[in-house]
């Protein structure tokens, strides 16, 4: 499978089309911001991805579909459009459009529509690489198995700007969870270390050590209930006797006893005892025992207030009483009422401080008397309130007394219906657990049946692996690695290495690169250089892909390197090239050239660079030059957008 064009659709309808060419090293140079570093992202979102990894920008704002032409293996030409997802303001879209055997003209705006799903396409892609019926099954069963498909033949083909220099990371999605585990699980197949007649074996072994995991389990739970079932069957008699399923004065003595009272029990017909329906308490209770109450607090405010009335007015009528007696005494002198002032009644003594007369003493008196006449007068008044308040006191009281004891009532029986259904709940989950222990018991008969059934499956099991021969698969994928180790150092000094005469090997455990120096192996992360890093990403890919093209395996014919000569050049380093590191860059496309004329017309490579090189290899793999304000998407789209 290789790349015929990507084509970018705009909101009306216009066209770009990038064409390619098949089998041979395509060249886009450009300088920045022109839109190749976007190529990826388009190409991958195109072939399925689950997301949509286009920058934001120009690109997004102006296209409406991304599409590409593929040409398989078989002659077919698909072309697949996908909508740029900021059209629906949404994160992706889920369908694509999938057009098979399509002429030499591509489609136009108005007959792109969609017609699969995202899986769907994966499935195709898969097919059409020949992907065959296949699936990982981890020794240990401490994950699901893992089946490869199209997905994981992309991190063999990209090289974002990104990842071509970085020493921590071969492979395209190396860094996101999961995908390390996936690469080691599906690079096997793919390099065609596995046996794919063997495929379907594995399979029905992963099926039948999930049986065999089932009786295990089922073994371990019956030899506990064995353990622990004499104590166990004691101990559900007696919650039995708690909840009334059988006589409390009932004595089991016995195992075998205990059982068949428990068999017993298990088949004695469960009725749920009687529930009356739950008594609500009534609003109109409650509101009528709230006002009931509020209105015996005014009643015994106003008690109160008028007793404390009454209680003051009886100590003033004694305080004016005790005046009067004092006042009436001084009629038993018999004093006129003309009587000198300064004059003492008693002893004729000159007084120094007048006394008052007579007549004065006579009017306070009547006053007083007066006063006690109005006093006698409310007391009887006073005392009648009084009697009526604590009439209404009692009334009260008695209403209240009866509003709640009928609530008070009510929250008893809610009480009992409640102690019922708890019974009733208690009962039903002692039954179960009774029917649980005795169906276990069973499955204690039964266990040399199961005895039998493991037995056999671990034989079966056997035979099945035995047939696989994975000693034989790990010699395979040794094999297969050493070759593709003694490849790439067959070509380090093709490139511009440091350890241009140590022999290198890729680890797939740890999905590095080891140059095997005399004195010690470095891992990739350990060797200084950009250079380098960018130069054991190239062995490493196009060792691999050749493998792929030479051996016929199910992985995209093309790789898609952005930036390569990052390391040697700034951006702006663009229509002569002055440096040191000339031989360095010219080395390393004629190591792409070399490779891909070796493999033709089976591999193809597309390079996004800044650097165009005054060479003729160089010049006659440019397929485009953005500069100058040729980009990408063309400036006029820009005002439409």
């Known amino acids: ?94 369908t694509v459009c999938l057009i098979r055997n399509i ?64 020493p921590n990371q071969l492979f395209y999605n190396q860094n996101k969870e999961f995908v390390p585990q996936s690469i080691k699980d599906t690079l096997p197949y793919f390099l065609g270390a596995i046996n794919e007649e063997s495929l379907s074996i594995e399979s029905e072994i992963a099926y039948l050590k999930k049986e065999l995991n089932k009786l295990q389990r089922e073994k371990r739970e019956s030899e506990k209930i064995k353990s622990e079932g004499s104590s166990q069957a004691f101990s559900l008699i007696e919650e039995a006797k708690e909840i009334g399923l059988i006589n409390s004065e009932a004595q089991v003595n016995t195992e075998v006893l205990a059982y068949e009272l428990l068999v017993e029990i298990s088949n004695w017909e469960y009725k749920p005892l009687a529930i009356k329906s739950e008594n609500r308490i009534s609003k109109q209770l409650i509101e009528s025992r709230n006002d009931l109450r509020l209105e015996l607090n005014k009643i015994e405010d106003n008690l109160k207030a008028v007793k ?29 009422e003309n009587s000198n002032n300064n004059i003492c009644p008693l002893c004729d003594s000159k007084l120094k401080t007048p006394i008052p007369s007579i007549k004065q003493i006579n009017n306070s ?143 797939l455990n740890k999905l590095t690169i080891y140059v095997d120096t005399d004195t010690k192996p470095i891992a990739l992360p350990q060797i200084g250089s950009g250079a380098n890093w960018v130069a054991y990403h190239l062995l490493i890919l196009f060792a691999l892909q050749k493998h792929f093209i030479q051996n016929q395996r199910p992985v995209p014919s093309f790789l898609i390197l952005d930036q390569p000569t990052q390391v040697y050049y700034p951006p702006e380093k663009s229509d002569e090239i002055i440096s040191s590191d000339d031989i360095a860059v010219d080395k390393m496309f004629n190591f792409m050239f ?35 304000g040729n980009k990408l998407v063309p400036e006029e789209w820009e005002s439409i957008h």
Request: proline content about 2%; charged content about 30%.
């Open 308 to 336: 404390d009335f009454a209680k003051t007015t009886l100590g003033y009528n004694n305080e004016v009483r005790q005046q009067e007696i004092r006042l009436s005494s001084i009629n038993i002198l018999n004093i006129p």
């Open 365 to 507: 008196l009547t006053q007083i008397r007066e006063d006690l006449k109005s006093t006698k007068v409310e007391s009887p008044r006073i005392q009648s309130y009084i009697a009526t308040l604590k009439e209404q006191e009692e009334k009260i009281q008695t209403d209240l007394k009866r509003v709640e004891k009928s609530i008070s009532s009510i929250y008893e029986e809610n009480e009992k219906a409640r102690t019922l259904r708890d019974l009733n709940i208690r009962r039903g989950k002692i039954l179960g657990r009774i029917s649980l222990f005795l169906e276990s018991i069973k499955m204690e008969k039964e266990s040399n049946e199961s005895e039998v059934r493991m037995t056999n499956l671990k034989k079966i099991i056997s035979t099945l692996e035995s047939q696989i021969d994975t000693e034989s698969e790990k010699e395979r994928l040794l094999s297969i690695i050493n070759k593709i180790n003694l490849q790439m150092s067959k070509w380090v000094a093709k490139l511009d290495v440091e350890y241009d005469d140590s022999p290198i090997r890729f680890d």
């Open 1 to 94: 499978m290789q790349i015929e064009k990507i084509i970018l659709y705009s909101k009306i309808g216009q066209k770009r089309i990038v064409d390619f060419k098949l089998g041979k090293v395509n060249i886009i140079s450009g300088e920045s911001k022109s839109g190749k570093t976007a190529l990826i992202g388009i190409i991958d979102y195109c072939l399925a991805s689950n997301s949509c990894d286009i920058s934001e920008g120009k690109i997004k704002d102006t296209v409406f579909f991304f599409a590409i032409v593929l040409k398989f293996n078989d002659g077919e030409r698909v072309f697949i459009a996908r909508q740029n997802p900021n059209v629906k303001q949404v994160a992706s879209i889920s």
């Open 103 to 166: 002429g030499v003209d591509t489609p136009e705006f108005e007959d792109i529509e969609s017609n699969f799903n995202i899986e769907s396409l994966k499935d195709f892609l898969s097919s059409k690489l020949g992907i065959n019926e296949n699936m990982h099954v981890p020794d240990s069963l401490t994950r699901e198995p893992l089946k490869a498909n199209f997905k994981h033949s992309r991190f063999y083909c990209y090289q974002p700007q990104y990842l071509i220099a970085d």
């Open 594 to 628: 070399d490779v891909v004329e070796t493999l033709s017309p089976s591999m193809q490579v597309i390079v996004m660079d800044h650097a165009y090189l005054k060479n003729q290899r160089f010049e006659d793999s440019v397929i485009q030059e953005w500069r100058k």
